[in-house]
């Protein structure tokens, strides 16, 4: 096997800090879905398990040849995601909280724009949320959600990975926006679970049990790269949430109780 770029040149970078820069109590600065997902595990850790494992395992085998690449083609994938939320909470405190290890897995379809794009919708279910401790009450809180994700992606081939007639492996860059509809949540604390109530209305003033409201769309931007080995695929992403889903209440402004989801995935697929 060698690399053998394709006469298409694509130059992809994600500098999502970039787009959250400091600048006032709204400021995103601690939020970063490449920082480590998990208990002194590094990003790029985690980029060489999904990427080199597929390797390993497939060392020495043929891949099984997939269509023409300007045929459509169906897939299915599951996988982890490694989710926190970045904001702003009612007392002014920039939070990003623990990332928790969630599902997620679903279908897609390739669509080919020519031998070097194409189009990729996809339908997940996935899980987001996070963890941290609240010092006022001195608890820890994990916040679960499940929702029901929707991407429309512009996958980039950069290069094939054989030689052959028709190019059977690959290496994909893609981006695209997506838009999630929460359908479940848990609002859990040391010694209580409850379940997460959706709300797009405004909560009157001091109403209890904040915590618990969300709303129920999320919306936002996610990227991936993918290996593509016959009709197995391995993916590594993450996504960056533009919307706020925490439910409004009538007595805390609006920029001082900001949620958004963050996440970084890791996937498992197969192409027919």
Not at 123 to 130: A, D, E, R, S, W
Request: a positive charge; aromatic letters at 14%; proline letters at 6%.
């Amino acid at each position: 096997m060698r690399l053998e770029p394709s006469s298409f040149i694509f130059t992809f970078r994600v500098n999502v800090d970039s787009m959250l820069m400091k600048s006032d109590r709204n400021s995103f600065s601690a939020f970063s879905p490449l920082r480590p997902v998990s208990a002194g595990i590094p990003f790029f850790v985690m980029v060489l398990l999904v990427m080199v494992i597929p390797f390993g395992a497939l060392l020495g085998q043929d891949s099984q040849p997939i269509k023409r690449r300007d045929s459509i083609s169906f897939g299915v994938q599951a996988g982890l995601s490694f989710s926190h939320f970045v904001g702003m909470n009612p007392q002014h405190n920039t939070q990003g909280g623990q990332n928790i290890v969630g599902f997620r897995g679903g279908v897609n379809i390739d669509y080919p724009v020519n031998h070097f794009m194409s189009l990729r919708p996809e339908i997940l279910f996935t899980q987001k949320g996070y963890k941290i401790h609240d010092a006022g009450d001195s608890m820890n809180i994990k916040t679960r959600l499940s929702y029901i994700k929707v991407p429309v992606n512009v996958v980039f081939r950069v290069c094939a990975l054989d030689h052959g007639a028709i190019p059977r492996d690959f290496f994909n860059l893609g981006i695209g926006p997506y838009v999630a509809y929460g359908i479940h949540g848990t609002y859990s604390t040391e010694s209580t679970s409850t379940a997460v109530k959706f709300s797009n209305e405004q909560l009157p003033a001091s109403s209890p049990n904040y915590g618990e409201y969300y709303k129920h769309l999320d919306a936002g931007v996610n990227y991936f790269a993918e290996f593509e080995l016959g009709r197995f695929y391995s993916q590594v992403g993450g996504a960056v949430g533009l919307t706020n889903i925490k439910t409004g209440m009538e007595n805390i402004p609006a920029h001082e109780s900001v949620y958004r989801n963050a996440c970084f995935n890791l996937s498992y697929g197969w192409r027919f």
